[in-house]
Each structure stands twice: as structure tokens, then as C-alpha cells.
């Protein structure tokens, strides 16, 4: 009776406890060595309408693998295998329910594809491939960190600075996109020193950083030595060097002169001067104007802006003369700072005309004539200094230009250049009065002897701007130092 009930009890144990022993033998054996599972074989395996979940767990039964399936995996199977390789039952198992499976070291976890989109950043299944790429400037290891986030989840991106490869391992697509990159970063760095004579570097620093190549490229600002400091490559920075040398030059005054013609116009000559064919690069404006211009309508004319070459002012005063009578009238100048504008006024009243012109916000008065009441045109002028010598000219019609800008219009003068201001064609009525010498002198009796002549007499005013960057104040960087390489 005694060895029965040890029989029993030795059976029971064993029951119990066979199951805990092969799950430790398995635990011990998967710690041991790592399994291939490729050469894990399924010898056959049959689901007719089976519950997925209930396939998956028969599959880790048979073969040992350690599958963990998601709260969404669901799905109904009928498959009939026999002796292949376990991942291709997986394979098939997950495929005819639209789900996906992952290795994660020894789990395999199973999940819809939709989750497996979202957490590995491709489709399940999508090929994968492996390209071997030797940077040509920077380490591995440096591109390495920087492509880190373009690749896939799953994905590898292996760096060996002592062969001075890359290995990358990934969908077909992000290779491509990796590859890509690095041809774009992997290039010839510069560091070179971007000394600033008129504007200072700090107030520039956040626009020209918005320009610095990303991951690679950096820009620090010396305060004392008014300079940026920039390291990006070749191309970038050149690209970068020219927009800090605009920058730079905005920050010049302007000498503005304004001179001014008025040209008594010939009868063969009444629509004024041709200013397309004398001065380059010419455009209308529509700008505010009284009554009195010839071209003038509902209180605007239409006026001619060119820019004429150096010499070429001397030139054209003279040629004036076979279009009328010429009298130059009085010049003004003054100094702009980037930050201001000029305002030029033209009155003119029965063959009275004057010119006056100051910067926005002084306290001059517009030139008026002895009546008080004249007609006449103004505009505003906004000088921007450029990199080149030039000047960029803003002209505004009807306002300071940071209020019309829209309305307003933009004409370049290079070196030395100026920017001429024609079509400013006066009508006036003008009487004239013949009469036979000495009898026509006799009052009363000599009316019959004086006759009295009306006819319009047209003149053209001309208005030249001659804009001249100053030169960099005593003391500001000059020379700027030339490209180091890395």
C-alpha cells in the first residue's frame, strides 16, 4: 500500500513539474546560444477557420518560439503546411489576416500593419537592402549622428571610422533617402571671419544664423571685433558671405544731391523730352500732383524715371538745347541714414518755380512762391546702399515709402550713376505784345498801333538724383580674412 501511494505521488510530481523542467531546459538552452531561425523547420501544420491568436500559440507550442501578439490581432486562419521553414508559416499565418510580425532579440511580436507602419515608418514586407558608403570629408561616426533620424526604426546605420565606412541597412526608399543626404552634408567645410563696417553683428546674427547649413554648419558673433564667425561649407558659405556684404551695405548713409533743369520747350518740340532714348532702364510712376502738368489727371501725374551714366548729365544738358531753353535751378544735399528718407517738392507758379528737398522729420518748410498758391509735385525717396557701390532708389508717390510702399516704385543705380526724373511738362498761357516802335508808345492814341498775342508756352522740368554711399566711418573692419579650410 506504501509504494502505491509513492507511485502515485512520484507520478503526480512529475506530472506537475515535467512542464517547469522543459520550460527552464528551453530558457536555459535559448540563453546559452541563440537560436537561427531559419533553419527552424515546422514538419506540418493545419488551421481550418482557427482563431489567429489560437494559430499563433499552437506555432509556439511546435516550434519554441517566444511570440507576443497585440491587443488588436485578431482575424480567422485556414492554412494546411508542411515542412517549411518557421518564419514562413509565420509569414503566412500573419498575412492572410493583414497583420505583421517583428523580431525584437528573441520575441517576436505580432501586431496589425498599421501599428507596424506607425512604429517602424514602413510597410511590412517592404524589401530591404544594404549599401556600403565611404564619406569623402566627414567621419562616419559624424554622419552617423546626423542620419540617425532618417532611418527607419528598424533600421541600421553601422559607422567603422578605421575603414572609414558606412554600412547602412534599411528599405530600399530610406537608403536612398540616407544616401542622399549624405551627398548633400559629406562636402569641404570652411571657416571663414565676415568683418561688418557699418551695421554691428549682433543686430544681424539671428538673420544670417536662419542661413547656416542644418547639423553641420554654425555661426558665432565676436561683439568687440564686430565680426561673425561662420563654419559651414564651401558653397553655403560664399552664398552666406555675399547676403552679409548686402546686409552690411544697407547700414551706409547716403550723400543725396538733388539738382534740377527747367527747359523752355520749342514748338517743334512740345511733348517735352524723350527720355527712353536718353537714359537706360526707364519706367512710369503715377505720383501726386496739382493742377498744371500737362500729363496730370484727377490730381496725379505720369512722370519718367532712367538712369543716366557717369558723363552722361554733361552730355544730355547740352543736347537739351535743341529741344528748348535751358536754366538750371538751385541744388540741395543732404545726408539719409538707412533709417530716414528725403522728401522733394517742386512748386511752380506763371513761369516761377522752385525746388526744395529735406529729410523726413526736419523742420524746413516747402518751398513756395511769392503768391502762396503754386502747383507743383512731390515724392519721397528711400536710398538703400548696396554691396556692388550702387544704390537701390525706392521712389513712393503718394507718401513716406514705409507707408506706400505698395504704390511705390524701385530703380537701381550703379556706381556713380543717377537717377533721372522727367516728364514734368508745364502749360501756361502766355501773352506777348507787338507793337510799331514809337507810335505804339503814345497813350490812347497809340492803341491802334500795339497788337496782343496769346499762345501756350510748355516747359519741362527735370529733376536728377545723384546718390552717393559714404565710405566706412575711421576705424571699421577693412579687410576681410580669406577661407580656411577645416
Known amino acids: 500500500m506504501r509504494i502505491r501511494i509513492l507511485t502515485v505521488t512520484f507520478y503526480i510530481f512529475s506530472l506537475f513539474s515535467s512542464p517547469l523542467a522543459w520550460s527552464q531546459t528551453a ?84 501586431m496589425t500593419a498599421e501599428e507596424y507602419r506607425e512604429r517602424y515608418g514602413h510597410d511590412f514586407g517592404e524589401a530591404r537592402t544594404t549599401r556600403v558608403i565611404r564619406p569623402n ?4 561616426t559624424a554622419v552617423a549622428a546626423i542620419v540617425e533620424d532618417v532611418k527607419s526604426a528598424d533600421g541600421q546605420v553601422i559607422p567603422n571610422d578605421e575603414t572609414r565606412t558606412l554600412i547602412l541597412i534599411d528599405t530600399v526608399a530610406k537608403v536612398e ?14 571657416t571663414i571671419e565676415l568683418p561688418l563696417k557699418y551695421v554691428r553683428a549682433e543686430t544681424i ?17 565676436d ?7 561662420l563654419t559651414d561649407t564651401l558653397t553655403r558659405a560664399d552664398r552666406i558671405r555675399t547676403a552679409v556684404e548686402a546686409m552690411d551695405a544697407r547700414g551706409r548713409d547716403v550723400d543725396l544731391e538733388v539738382r534740377a533743369v527747367r527747359v523752355a520747350l520749342s514748338d517743334d518740340h512740345p511733348d517735352g523730352i524723350d527720355w527712353a532714348g536718353t537714359a537706360s532702364d526707364t519706367q512710369q510712376l503715377r505720383i501726386s500732383s496739382d493742377a498744371g502738368i500737362v500729363t496730370a489727371q484727377n490730381g496725379t501725374a505720369v512722370i519718367t524715371l532712367g538712369v543716366l551714366d557717369p558723363g552722361e548729365y554733361d552730355t544730355l544738358i547740352d543736347a537739351l538745347d535743341t529741344v528748348g531753353v535751358v536754366e538750371p535751378l538751385a541744388v540741395s544735399r543732404m545726408e539719409i541714414s538707412p533709417d530716414e528718407e528725403a522728401r522733394v517738392v517742386l512748386r511752380y507758379e506763371k513761369g516761377e518755380v522752385a525746388l526744395g528737398s529735406w529729410r523726413e522729420g526736419d523742420r524746413y518748410i516747402a518751398p513756395a512762391l511769392p503768391d502762396g498758391d503754386s502747383g507743383g509735385i512731390e515724392f ?41 526724373i ?50 566706412a566711418p575711421e576705424g571699421a573692419n577693412n579687410n576681410p580674412d580669406p577661407v580656411k579650410g577645416p
Do not use: W, Y
Open 27 to 110: 530558457a536555459e538552452a535559448s540563453q546559452s546560444e541563440e537560436r537561427d531561425l531559419s533553419s527552424v523547420m515546422v514538419d506540418e501544420i493545419a488551421f481550418r477557420e482557427a482563431d489567429v491568436v489560437e494559430a499563433l500559440s499552437t506555432l509556439s507550442h511546435k516550434t519554441g518560439l517566444n511570440i507576443v501578439a497585440g491587443r488588436d490581432v485578431t482575424g480567422v486562419v485556414t492554412i494546411f503546411l508542411t515542412n517549411v521553414p518557421v518564419l514562413e508559416a509565420l509569414r503566412t499565418i500573419v498575412d492572410s489576416c493583414g497583420l505583421a510580425f517583428a523580431e525584437e532579440g528573441e520575441i517576436i511580436r505580432v
Open 137 to 140: 570629408f566627414m567621419s562616419p
Open 177 to 190: 533617402a540616407i544616401s542622399s543626404l549624405i551627398r548633400q552634408i559629406d562636402v569641404q567645410m570652411v
Open 205 to 221: 546674427l539671428d538673420d544670417v544664423r536662419a542661413m547656416v547649413s542644418d547639423s553641420v554648419g554654425s555661426i558665432t558673433c
Open 223 to 229: 561683439p568687440l571685433g564686430n565680426r561673425l564667425i
Open 380 to 420: 519721397f525717396v528711400k536710398p538703400v546702399a548696396l554691396a556692388d557701390g550702387g544704390v537701390r532708389v525706392i521712389i513712393a508717390p503718394f507718401g513716406p515709402v514705409s507707408f506706400s510702399r505698395e504704390q511705390s516704385t524701385t530703380i537701381h543705380a550703379g556706381s556713380q550713376q543717377m537717377v533721372a
Open 422 to 471: 522727367g516728364g514734368i511738362v508745364i502749360a501756361e498761357d502766355v501773352s506777348r505784345i507787338r507793337k510799331i516802335p514809337l507810335v505804339g508808345d503814345i497813350p490812347f492814341l497809340g492803341a491802334p498801333f500795339r497788337f496782343q498775342n496769346h499762345r501756350e508756352q510748355r516747359e519741362e522740368i527735370a529733376i536728377f538724383l545723384v546718390l552717393t554711399p559714404r565710405a
